[in-house]
């Protein structure tokens, strides 16, 4: 299965003007491993990113952990808010990346690759918290973007893995998502904005379509042991707080990537060293 990560500067340089673009370690390592494991599952995987992320991926020496590396994604996102919508340049690679696809998050790891077939995959349904999926009436919208027959019930599916067979409903999803990131105007939590147009807006779209859609793993049982995936998720902020904790993780991932992948080496990406975290 060809799948992709993407990487997206333009978030960063938004809240961080003139600073040199950076990762933190837990990041970096998960991300190699994602890569790594995702080709050894018998898969391909690419980068798509911006100039700024393909710079600073050969600054790490990593570029090998992907098959290619391709510069799709505009650097100032294509007109996009990127703090309102920090995750938009996931939206517009996917645009342009061809199904059958898989999207995968730079902190998701896919230790054993599920069934893949006709039916959508996601990482796995979210509750309707008013907090994070509001009503709709909340969103100021320039203009109609949202379709009409659109159930709002729907529960969303977290993309943090994203399998779409059908380059049709792929092309459909992105460019309603496109178009609601592009109408918006803030006037609310960004993190609903962006939840919507990623994570709300698909399911709804499926279902309109009659497309079938299933994931990786039950809502209810996310957090009892089960070692198929890894999403780093919470975690990162947890080692942001905790620099010992964040050097113990580095750790355990230098010697996962040297005991897993002895033909990789990381000649870019210092030992143990905490750089500059990304907030």
Known sequence: MRGFHSF???????????EKLTMSLPDIYCMII??????????TISM????????????????????????????????????????????????????????IDTDFIVWENPDFADKIIAAHEEELMPSVYPDISTFRLKGKVLDDGLDYTTLPLNTAFLYIPDEDFKQYYTSRAIA???????????????????????????KRCG???????????????????????GAKQQMRDDPEQQELFCKRCRERITNSFPEFNLPGVPPYSVPPLDK
């Open 180 to 206: 609601f990131m592009k109408s918006a105007v803030y006037g609310g939590d960004y993190l609903t904005y962006m939840v919507f147009a990623e994570q709300r807006l698909l399911p709804m779209l499926a």
């Open 8 to 18: 997206s500067a333009a978030a960063f340089f938004a809240k961080h003007p003139g």
């Open 211 to 233: 497309v079938p859609y299933t994931t990786l793993l039950d809502k209810d049982t996310l957090f009892l042991p089960q070692n198929k995936y890894t999403h780093l998720w």
């Open 48 to 103: 798509l990113t911006d100039s700024a992320g393909a710079e600073l991926f050969s600054s790490l020496g990593i570029n090998d952990i992907w098959d290619e590396i391709k510069v799709v994604i505009p650097d100032d996102l294509d007109g996009i808010d990127p703090i309102m919508f920090w995750a938009g340049g996931k939206l517009l690679a996917l645009q342009q990346f061809p199904a059958p696809c898989a999207m």
């Open 34 to 43: 994602s890569a790594l494991q995702w080709r050894k599952n018998g898969n």
